[in-house]
């Protein structure tokens, strides 16, 4: 028996040319002054400074993407670009908080942001979770302790923001709780740059501040029950995702959402065939 | 000799900006002539100050003039005509001017100079004390000193008029039936939060113009 010859490794293609190195950004900005926050699939976020030396700002970042036609790839920069820019334009005027806009260049793909200090939900959960399943190992005397008012009335405020969100017609389509923010109350005379000190002390146990819809990447601007209740949908899921003791907080976000609007009821009982069957719609029919 | 504050703007400190306030200014008429006559003099950019909200309002438009004008992609022909076009909420130059430029009576007016040629390069030649003592032999007024964080650069501020300019609606920008439950919410925050408020969307509102 002979072997059949084996195919010769397939070289990967060389490496597109791009006009600039990759991870770097367009003028003005240089990596100097840019201290890294997250990566995404799509945009680099940084922080920095703008406009004074003290205040602090998010810049996001769409690099080019080498694989794509040039062409399209800064038509789809572009266009996913300012969808976000004017959904925070629109929901900050319309009094949702969310982070404003302080510069936007849609042809180099940068988008400057306000910063918003404080922790994710996400975080918080987590930190709430812990400490629930700490409690009961001490002792299940109280399970439901005191303290708890203080998450739910979290997840009130989470449940209104979201309706106000909705109401605009505007749809987050990626809402988890890692895109909702719990912005730490500023204090009395607030510093322009909170030492690490400070954000350790007030982040651990503080459930006040206001919420913050943060990361509009893919929203789309949306009058369809359908796709606010996709979003109500993807948000429960990351709530089950983080603790099965929070789950139950969720129906406390669904009660608040449900008195936000007068479409909330209607994406309320969406939700119900959404959760059936997933977040993506049948193709029969 | 007028008092003139810089500011370094963060990512363009290599163009450092001057701003002088003036109040009580009797010579607008003539420093208005001067600027449509395009004497190369009195190549600055003069602004209204009842129509700057707050500091952040001026340095967002004078950071997108120039990066549109170091970019290539101003729609104005000077930096400083940019920096008017830029303040304005829509796509025309004149209208621009009408709304955010000085006009025959207006006294309170801000006064900005970038050192920036018409190549885009740096020019060292103006620096805040040219500046302070051209503006001081030209401008009929009083000089107001700017603070460090431009302190001052609002007080003149007419809000209603910005208020409507950007198409702002009610206190806090709630629309419909619901104002009434939003207003009473509005009249207990303090005037500085709204205003707060007003900037974000404004900054807003001028960075997503033209695009």
Request: hydrophobic share 35%.
């Amino acid at each position: 028996m002979t072997e059949p010859t084996l195919v010769p490794p397939i070289d990967p293609p060389p490496a597109p040319e791009t006009s600039r190195p990759l991870h770097t950004l367009p003028a003005p900005f240089s990596l100097s002054s840019l201290e890294i926050i997250t990566q995404g699939a799509e945009a680099l976020v940084y922080k920095t400074t703008f406009l004074t030396p003290h205040t602090p700002v998010v810049v996001k970042y769409r690099p080019p993407k080498p694989y794509r036609h040039p062409t399209l790839d800064k038509r789809l920069t572009k266009q996913r670009l300012l969808a976000e820019a004017r959904s925070l334009v629109k929901c900050k005027k319309e009094g949702v908080r969310v982070p404003g806009v302080l510069g936007v260049d849609a042809e180099e793909g940068w988008l400057v942001l306000e910063y918003v200090d404080g922790q994710t939900v996400r975080g918080v959960l987590d930190g709430w979770a812990h400490r629930v399943s700490e409690r009961e190992k001490e002792a299940d005397t109280r399970t439901e302790g005191q303290g708890n008012e203080g998450i739910l009335d979290l997840m009130r405020r989470v449940g209104r923001e979201v309706g106000k969100l909705h109401e605009l017609g505007v749809c987050h389509g990626d809402l988890t709780t890692s895109n909702i923010m719990l912005r730490t109350p500023p204090p009395d005379s607030p510093p322009p740059f909170p030492t690490s000190n400070s954000i350790s002390q007030s982040s651990s146990n503080s459930l006040k501040g206001d919420i913050y819809l943060i990361d509009f990447g893919l929203t789309t601007s949306s009058i369809q029950d359908e796709d606010k209740a996709v979003d109500l949908y993807v948000l429960e899921r990351a709530f089950s995702a983080t603790h099965p003791a929070a789950e139950p907080l969720f129906q406390e976000v669904l009660r608040a959402y449900g008195e936000s609007g007068k479409g909330a009821k209607s994406v309320l009982k969406r939700l119900e065939g959404v959760r059936l069957r997933g977040r993506k719609r049948s193709m029969l029919g | 000799m007028a008092s003139v504050q810089t500011f370094a703007l963060p990512h363009y400190e290599e163009y450092p900006v001057h701003v002088a306030l003036f109040k009580d200014v009797t010579n607008a008429a003539f420093l208005r002539s001067q600027l449509l006559a395009s004497n190369p003099d009195f190549d600055y950019a003069f602004l209204d100050a009842s129509m700057i909200l707050t500091p952040n309002h001026l340095l967002t438009s004078t950071f997108l003039a120039l990066h549109t004008f170091l970019t290539k992609r101003a729609k104005t022909r000077t930096p400083h005509s940019e920096l008017v076009f830029r303040l304005s909420p829509n796509n025309n130059i004149g209208e621009s001017y009408k709304k955010f430029g000085i006009g025959d009576a207006t006294t309170a007016i801000i006064a900005v100079k970038l050192p920036i040629t018409a190549d885009a390069t740096v020019d060292a030649s103006i620096t805040a004390e040219t500046v302070s003592k051209h503006l001081g032999n030209v401008v009929q007024g009083t000089s107001v000193r700017i603070g460090e964080q431009g302190e001052g650069l609002g007080l003149w501020c007419d809000v209603d008029k910005v208020r409507k300019m950007y198409k702002l609606g009610g206190e806090g920008g709630n629309k419909g039936k619901k104002t009434g439950a939003a207003n009473g919410d509005a009249r207990v925050k303090k005037e500085g939060d709204e205003k707060k408020e007003m900037e974000s969307v404004i900054l807003g509102i001028i960075a997503l113009k033209g695009s």
